[in-house]
């Protein structure tokens, strides 16, 4: 009688992940993604798998680390109040911060804008071993930009360029950029935190509403709030046109936190356990020097007992 093999974390976790990966295989319309989806559990379901995935992650990142080869980045997007911040800390609590960081990029600096738009982010890449997480990203320039034309002004692009084709030669470059990294040994995973319009407004409420969470309020999120469909028009272009089995989008239910920690911690367990991490194995030569080290440091301890038993027999 044959033993099946037991079941890959993937195959587990699927549940959690494909509904909501885009890979460019197939049309892209966001109203086909309810920000309300909660896979049909309920939070204490929720809080087992995310726990058990935060173990998963950190056993992964110890290996991810040792082995020194692979580089994991991670893009977060999603409009204010979706839960960005939140979800990075949840999902990573318990990781070691020494293989791990986070970038938030915020308004461009006079230096950046001397630069290409990518340049800013291309400087934050995570090392070989290390696991890069960035809090919104370059895909701003195709999101933020295009719903204020005015912006492009400011980053001293030579006039004959700022076409009606820059938003569509922007995702190409992205493209290419993110397809660059795979083949580098970068693992490139986008999460874009879906949440409602009503949900947005009850979270804006509950910040206005706490004096400990009045500091995430600025009048620049209720001036943008009155864009949601710009915004939403410009999330749909770019996932329609940025998505590939490279480099996934993830479109992640927000409105309920709890769900959407699942999906992410999710998505990343699996494409970590896609690798195949390994501990780095010890060469025969070393592992003789480790047998004569560690027999030279039991033969001390056994010196210094001898002379403590000394010392006390002659008190």
């Not at 726990?51 to 290996?63: D, I, P, V, Y």
């Not at 915020?106 to 290390?130: C, I, N, Y």
């Not at 938003?167 to 999460?191: M, P």
């Amino acid at each position: 009688m044959s033993i099946k093999p037991p079941p890959s974390l993937a195959a587990e976790l699927k549940p959690f992940v494909a509904p909501f990966r885009v890979d460019g295989s197939k049309e892209f319309h966001l109203k086909s993604h309810p920000p309300a989806e909660k896979g049909g559990m309920e939070k204490e379901e929720g809080a087992k798998i995310l726990k058990a995935n935060r173990k998963r992650l950190s056993g992964f990142q110890e290996k991810l680390f040792a082995q020194n080869r692979w580089s994991m980045l991670l893009i977060f997007q999603g409009m204010d109040a979706a839960g960005k911040d939140s979800a990075i800390k949840s999902v990573f609590d318990g990781v070691n911060p020494q293989g791990c960081e986070v970038t938030s990029f915020k308004q461009p600096t006079s230096h950046e804008l001397d630069h290409d738009f990518m340049w800013r982010s291309t400087v934050a890449l995570p090392e070989r071993g290390r696991i890069g997480i960035f809090n919104r990203s370059y895909y701003e320039e195709c999101l933020v930009v295009r719903v204020h034309p005015e912006i492009l002004t400011k980053q001293k692009i030579p006039p004959k360029l700022v076409t009606r084709n820059i938003w569509r030669e922007r995702f190409q470059d992205i493209s290419a950029f993110e397809n660059y990294l795979t083949r580098n040994g970068t693992v490139v995973l986008k999460f874009f935190l879906n949440v409602s319009r009503e949900k947005q407004r009850e979270r804006f409420l509950e910040r206005l509403g706490e004096p400990a969470k009045n500091w995430k309020f600025s009048m620049a999120d209720i001036s943008e709030r009155a864009l949601w469909g710009k915004y939403q028009a410009a999330y749909q272009e770019m996932i329609r046109h940025t998505s590939s089995a490279a480099a996934p989008w993830y479109v992640v239910p927000a409105d309920h936190k709890w769900f959407a920690r699942v999906v992410i911690g999710s998505a990343i367990v699996s494409a970590l356990e896609s690798l195949d991490l390994k501990f780095p194995k010890v060469d025969p030569a070393s592992l003789e020097q480790f047998k004569q080290i560690r027999k030279a440091l039991e033969d001390e301890d056994k010196k210094v007992a001898v002379v403590k038993k000394a010392v006390a027999k002659a008190k």
